[in-house]
């Protein structure tokens, strides 16, 4: 059974395309920040494959959840295909097994120069010389969980773009 085949994937993508032009809350987000909606879906369409890395990028990423401090990159999808085995070892059918990443920089804020007098007047170490630098690392967290589909995993990731809209506007 394909589930990662070009048809498959081609209706995925599709689907995503839909609902998000039916999204309100999205589409104003895609609208304001001129977003080009072509560029937010990174879902190869190619042939039969056991495993594909699917993504929501940074051109919407970004926009979903952003504290100052924390800013999402992008929401990665790494997607394999599990076969299923009942009790006697054969094989009962096929799902996907999603170990999905959400990716975030981290904004250093520099800490406070303080300056007692013209004698005691603290820089920053560690090769800082200019103050507008920004320092970025990145973290990430992370999920398990198992669809029967990319139509399935389509659903899953409007769900984790909306719960990201409720928790930035917290």
Do not use: W
């Not at 589409?27 to 929501?56: F, G, H, Q, W």
């Not at 051109?59 to 997607?79: M, P, T």
């Amino acid at each position: 059974m394909y589930l990662l085949g070009y048809e498959e994937s081609m209706q995925a993508h599709e689907r995503f395309m839909r609902l998000l032009e039916h999204d309100e809350r999205l589409m104003n987000i895609i609208e304001k920040n001129n977003v080009n909606i072509d560029d937010i879906l990174y879902l190869p369409i190619d042939d039969e494959s056991t495993y594909k890395v699917i993504a929501i990028t940074k051109s919407l990423a970004k926009y979903l959840f952003n504290n100052g401090h924390y800013e999402l990159f992008d929401i990665q999808f790494d997607v394999m295909k599990h076969t299923v085995r009942d009790e006697y070892n054969r094989i009962s059918g096929f799902n996907l097994h999603v170990d999905c990443y959400m990716h975030y920089d981290v904004n250093v804020v520099n800490p406070p120069l303080i300056h007692v007098d013209d004698k005691v007047k603290f820089e920053y170490g560690f090769g800082f010389e200019n103050t507008d630098i920004k320092m970025y690392h990145r973290v990430s967290t992370h999920s398990e969980f198992t669809v029967g589909s990319l139509s399935e995993l389509v659903s899953c990731m409007f769900a984790i773009m909306h719960k990201l809209l409720d928790e930035n506007e917290q």
